[in-house]
């Protein structure tokens, strides 16, 4: 089965929300063109409603990068998944390895998270992956199982019919160092097999598998080129317009 790519920018914390909008708009202007790749970008919050006015009438998604499972309450700092809809968001990152390292996100969490993500018709782009110790140790596999499993706890298959799983070792986020495409394309399999038990071979032939970790342009197509690498989730490289959409067009040069 063809799986629309799903191309999106993790602009962590960079940018002010003028900066966002200018990145923003000329990214519309050269991605007006590009009809078979989804493309979202995910800015700050601050910057959220200012970006989401600007590419209202572009192909461009507009994404967060986190939320709390919470609707309201006095929960100083968050921001709940309605506020983000308002925002003109479409879809989320959740259980970023950043947030795991960082602030100390569980599995647990990343679960709560999904189900307000599902609830408020947000598409949950929900990221896995190992740590190098871990990779070390030969336990890719177990701590992928355990990230699915909790992460989607109690979940039906048709509550998760827009999910999307970000596969992002951590060893490779923002090092410069990447999964070979060899390597990405059998942690995806395996991921794709795991969701195939956990929700039927429907749902994981739908389910869009994305990598991240120190994407380039000069890496994109040969990732691109596998079976089941369905887009990337791109950082520093999707900051300046010029050079990320060099990834959204990968094989496609024009």
Same mark, same amino acid.
């Given at each position: 089965?063809?799986?629309?790519?799903? #191309?999106?920018?993790?602009?962590?914390?960079?940018?002010?929300?003028?900066? =966002?909008?200018?990145?923003?708009?000329? !990214?519309?202007?050269?991605?007006?063109?590009?009809?078979?790749?989804?493309?979202?970008?995910?800015?700050?919050?601050?910057? !959220? =409603? &200012?970006?989401?006015?600007? /590419?209202?009438?572009?192909? #461009?998604?507009?994404?967060?990068?986190?939320?709390?499972?919470?609707?309201?309450?006095?929960? +100083?700092?968050?921001?709940?998944?309605?506020?983000?809809?308002?925002?003109?968001?479409?879809?989320?990152?959740?259980?970023?390895?950043?947030?795991?390292?960082?602030?100390?996100?569980?599995?647990?969490?990343?679960?709560?998270?999904?189900?307000? =993500?599902?609830?408020?018709?947000?598409?949950?782009?929900?990221? /896995?992956?190992?740590?190098?110790?871990?990779?070390?140790?030969?336990? +890719?596999?177990?701590? &992928?199982?355990?990230?699915?499993?909790?992460?989607?706890?109690?979940?039906?298959?048709?509550?998760?019919?827009?999910?999307?799983?970000?596969?992002?070792?951590?060893? =490779?986020?923002? +090092?410069?160092?990447?999964?070979?495409?060899?390597?990405?394309?059998?942690?995806?399999?395996?991921?794709? +097999?795991?969701?195939?038990?956990?929700?039927?071979?429907?749902?994981?032939?739908?389910?869009?598998? /994305?990598?991240?970790?120190?994407?380039?342009?000069?890496? #994109?197509?040969?990732?691109?080129?596998?079976?089941?690498?369905?887009?990337?989730?791109?950082?520093?490289?999707?900051?300046?317009?010029?050079?990320?959409?060099?990834?959204?067009?990968?094989?496609?040069? /024009?």
């Amino acid at each position: 089965m063809k799986r629309a790519p799903l #191309i999106a920018g993790n602009w962590k914390m960079f940018k002010t929300g003028s900066q =966002a909008v200018a990145t923003a708009l000329r !990214l519309a202007e050269l991605s007006c063109d590009v009809k078979d790749t989804d493309i979202m970008i995910a800015p700050p919050f601050t910057a !959220l =409603a &200012l970006v989401g006015e600007k /590419i209202k009438a572009s192909r #461009i998604h507009l994404g967060a990068q986190n939320l709390f499972y919470e609707k309201e309450g006095a929960y +100083t700092g968050e921001i709940s998944a309605n506020m983000l809809k308002e925002a003109g968001v479409s879809h989320v990152i959740i259980g970023h390895s950043e947030r795991r390292q960082y602030f100390g996100e569980n599995n647990e969490d990343v679960c709560k998270k999904i189900r307000a =993500a599902v609830e408020s018709s947000l598409v949950p782009v929900m990221c /896995i992956g190992e740590t190098e110790l871990e990779k070390k140790d030969e336990k +890719t596999f177990y701590v &992928l199982d355990k990230q699915i499993e909790n992460g989607l706890k109690g979940f039906r298959s048709d509550e998760l019919s827009d999910l999307v799983i970000a596969y992002e070792p951590v060893w =490779a986020i923002g +090092t410069g160092k990447s999964a070979t495409p060899d390597q990405a394309q059998q942690v995806h399999r395996y991921i794709r +097999t795991k969701i195939q038990k956990m929700f039927g071979s429907n749902f994981a032939e739908e389910t869009r598998i /994305i990598y991240g970790g120190s994407v380039k342009p000069d890496n #994109i197509s040969e990732l691109m080129n596998h079976d089941d690498v369905d887009g990337a989730l791109v950082g520093g490289a999707s900051l300046d317009a010029d050079n990320f959409i060099q990834i959204i067009k990968f094989n496609r040069m /024009i």
